[in-house]
């Protein structure tokens, strides 16, 4: 059983990754390749589904499909590959998808956390070996921010350019 | 100049209890070297050849004469005893112990200062014309934008793990004294023909492996659209910029391969999509941020002949050294940090004090650094500009070249980087004692000499009017020497005019190029137009006429 942070909290993962063991009806994690591909399969699906990007998928892609997706996955596959903070972003405000958002990957640490809090992520997958706890407490490392960040995301004081 | 309220030295000292755990981590063998890299360079903490070397922001370059102490102090207790200016208007620390740099970040929070995104694939430190403020003919001041910037920069959550490093210069007078041309991305504020405020966007300029002059995208941003455009750019070169071979990752790259007219289809397509979302400055925010930068309290004093009956050398430093300020009776005044013997862009920590005094004296207690690397008093009453000049005449910082041949922009080289191939201090020592003759000096007028110890090209050697590159042969050290490039007016790029020449040679090679221009100049001419006018090709003979191991 994996724990991941999730809205500031440490929780059990309820949710599987394709190729991880799947009871029927379970929560399960696609990456967008097989959404396609298994269309068949997977809308006949009675558990709820997620779909995984990798860094060279474009979010714009997934439009029509976020109306049945209740958890999009990110994935940073090292701490330097910045591309799913795009993509992060422009789910939550172009795109205006309002389910699970879960960083996964080797990139997901403790001092990547803040950041992604505040593009809109709500979920983070740590990668293996890191410590939950100080990860949820790095969520909170800074009182202050220069940017409006997503709404639940904000430290307590802010000063930003309007909006 | 701009004060941190509460949020800001909030933030600050955030930081650097941020990095205290992370050094403290990878210390105690948590964080690996690679996991520990990406986030001590996000704080300018470069492991180099000796030592790790600490560069601190200078934003847009500038400085309380409080700072100014501070970074003298910071030198002399962790560094020793002196500290380099960069082309960007930073200062680097070059022998901090890793251990250390927790409590140097602690230090400078206390004055307001940081070394937060002066490297690492972020924004960098926004950089800004030198005479901002003062320019006889500047069209608005930058600076209030700069820091505006700085703030949206700031750990922003999106933008903090890009492709490469990212660098901004924003100018506000015709002149462009940043080199902001050959930055990821140039602003220039301009009025449009209805007499509003913005600027013009120049995107993808930068030196380097693959020099390139920005390319214009947008011929007038309105003030209010700044950010928004700015995150545009971002957004389209944070998703689509290469980040699977780093010589290719800059946004120059993916401009190029785009073409101009191609990545600003995308950049404005994305910023339409996301204009609804995206930050808009207000009228309030910029008058806010204006408010920082007024102009000082300045008497009323007439301009004056202040070099009658004054020493010779006083005459030349006030005819190299001070510029004309927009305010009657003031004048700016370079420190030549460019003395003949010394390292470009050194000072000590007695000489980072002295100046600080002198400008709490003479300068309303600021203090400028350059993009040329050096220093400026930017309001110095005429009637103090020969006590200012005997003051750093006896520091060492009055040497009268500004603008000549020796007023030569140089990065650390191979004394210091790890990156490297050629000692630039040991060639700028000969080139400064092969034209030690002030006649001959101010004979040649405004010469610019850049160089570079490899191809990263931090000495800007491809904009310099002679430029001069680094390169390793066989384990020697050999030069390349560049012509005709430019970043003052106008940009370009020089061109590599032969084969390189051992170290003991540049000297004497550029002796020969200067001589070509001597002999070919029309009167008044300077350098750089006798060589737009005659081109390479009489150089290129004279420099190599005497060259015995050209190969």
Redesign the interface.
Known sequence: MRNILRRREIVADDWRHLGEELAAGASVILPLAELRAGAARWSAWRGRLGVRLT?ADAPEDLAADLPRLNLVAVEFPN?????G???G?LLR??LGFWGELRAVGAGV?Q?QV???A??GFDAMELAPGEDLEAARRALT?????????AVDANPG?Q????? | MYRYDE??Q??VE??V??FRD?TRRHLAGELSED?FR??RLRNGLYIQRHAPMLRIAIPYGLLRAAQLRKLAALARRYDRGYGHFTTRQNLQLNWPALADVPDILAELATVQMHAIQTSG?CVRNVTADHMAGIALEEIDDPRPYCE?VR??A?????????PRKFKIAITGSPEDRAASEVHDIGLHLKRSAGGELGFAVLVGGGLGRAPLVGALIRDFLPLADL?GYLEAIL?VY??HGR?DNIHKARIKVLVKSLGAAGFRDQVEAEWQ??RA?A????A??VERMRGFFRPPSYEALADRDVTAGREPRFAAWYRYNTRAHRVPGYRAVFVSLKAHGGNPGDASAAQMEAVADLAERVSFGLIRTTHSQNLLLADVPQDRLYEVWRELESQGLAMPNIGTLTDLIACPGLDFCSLANAGTLGVAHDIQRHFDDLDYLYDLGNIEIKMSGCMNACGHHHVGHIGILGVDKHGEEWYQISLGGSANGYTALGEVIGPSVPKHEVAATIGRIVEVYRALRAEDEPFIETLNRVGLAPFRVGAYAQHPQAA
């Open positions: 860094p701490a330097g590959d910045g591309r903070y795009s993509q972003r405000t172009r640490k001092d803040f950041l992604l505040r593009c490392r800074y009182s202050v921010a220069y940017q409006p960040g004081r000063r930003f350019f309007a909006l | 949020l800001d909030a933030f955030e930081r209890a941020e992370q996991e990406p986030l694939n505006i703030q949206w700031t750990l922003h959550p999106e933008f903090t793990y890009l950010l957004r944070n998703r980040r999509a996301g979302s930050p808009v400055l207000t309030a925010d």
